[in-house]
């Protein structure tokens, strides 16, 4: 799908968003677009910048990330995901719920794990069963 880039080859919303799951390095939260050399680049510079993944999801998007480089001739020495960096000390697990998240983001969240009860739950309500 050849998308449509602003002057500054940044994808504008609407392409963004027209993109399928597929196109993205982490599908579930929609991060890290692969669709040309430019955004696979950022894509293993940001790798470790994106939040409310499993380390699950970072083995796949790692992954993904191999086979953009190779598709669009980028170079990548990292051979495993953990060598592109930690989340750093100031920054929460990246599988753990943000305490600065909303209450619609933990909602969301919640209805994604199939935590029960989530509609009648509170924001802290909604954080200490994502924690658990």
Known sequence: MAARRTKNHQLDAGDRNALP???FAFPRVRKEPLNDAGHVRNAIARFDQ???VSD???GEAFRRIQQAARRFGVEMTETRWQQLGKPSKSMKSSDKPRDTATRAELYAQARDRGVAGRSTMTK???LRALRD
Request: hydrophobic share 35%; glycine share 0%.
């Open 124 to 126: 802290a309500e909604l």
């Open 56 to 58: 699950t999801e970072r």
């Open 50 to 52: 994106v939040r409310d």
């Open 21 to 23: 799951e597929s196109a």
